[in-house]
């Protein structure tokens, strides 16, 4: 191979649409009929779908795996701004603006992808109106998060962003316990992008929420032990 790019056909990674909830519309045979059109992409951890700037106007759909979007300033700097997880579409401004691409979208461990080209894409808003309502649904869901996200930055100092960070990425805990966890386990270098702080600012939060029994980190998760406390906390910040 000339490329890292994995390409492979629709037999060994069946495609369908309806796996997203913004394509759930989708009669049988549409979905059948527009999955013929598109194509799926297996990455490597670590591999980037798209870089920042690119020029290309396909949007994706997350069979399986985690990808996440990373803006990059300069040489070594780089802020998280979105992590996509299975099901989930990703790039669909540029499929919109065909403007070039505002961040890099980068698989975090293994992954597959389907490809749907923009022209298909059309052709599904132009003849589905709840596709349509769908994506402008989706649209104002980011719009919301990217506010909370400026907020954030705007109102809350780095430990708290950090509290922030991690209920946000938090799931809860399936044995009814009240906690919550990142499985998993997020390293402090990626929670640091995460709020635009350092790796050793993060580290030295970490390891204070640890003390105070707040935090846990095994091998598999982080568990967040008392989640109530660290929105407490985010609370009192903003009232400050």
């Not at 100092?157 to 499985?183: A, C, F, P, Q």
């Amino acid at each position: 191979m000339t490329n890292d790019i994995l390409l492979f056909p629709s037999r060994k990674h069946p495609i369908s649409l309806r796996i997203s909830s913004i394509f759930a519309s989708l009669q049988e045979e549409e979905d059948r009929a527009w999955s013929q059109r598109c194509h799926v992409r297996c990455l490597r951890a670590g591999e980037n779908l798209v870089d920042h700037a690119d020029e290309s106007t396909d949007l994706f759909l997350l069979q399986s795996g985690e990808v996440r979007a990373v803006l990059r300033f300069g040489v070594g700097k780089e802020a998280i701004v979105g992590v996509f997880r299975r099901h989930e579409l990703m790039g669909e401004l540029s499929a919109i603006d065909e403007m070039p691409r505002a961040a890099s979208l980068t698989a975090v461990n293994d992954s597959v992808v389907t490809v749907i080209p923009s022209a298909v894409f059309n052709d599904i808003l132009g003849s589905k109106p709840q596709v349509n309502k769908a994506v402008l649904q989706l649209l104002s869901l980011r719009m919301r998060q990217l506010n909370d996200r400026v907020s954030e930055l705007s109102f809350l100092d780095t430990k708290h962003r950090l509290y922030n960070t991690l209920l946000r990425l938090s799931r809860i805990r399936m044995d009814g316990g009240g906690e919550r966890v990142i499985s998993p386990p997020i390293v402090h270098s990626e929670l640091a992008e995460h709020i635009g702080s350092s790796r050793e600012t993060v580290s030295r939060e970490m390891a204070r929420l640890m003390r105070e029994a707040l935090v846990e980190r095994t091998s598999r998760a982080i568990i967040l032990k008392d989640p109530g406390e660290l929105s407490s906390r985010i609370s009192r910040a903003l009232q400050n």
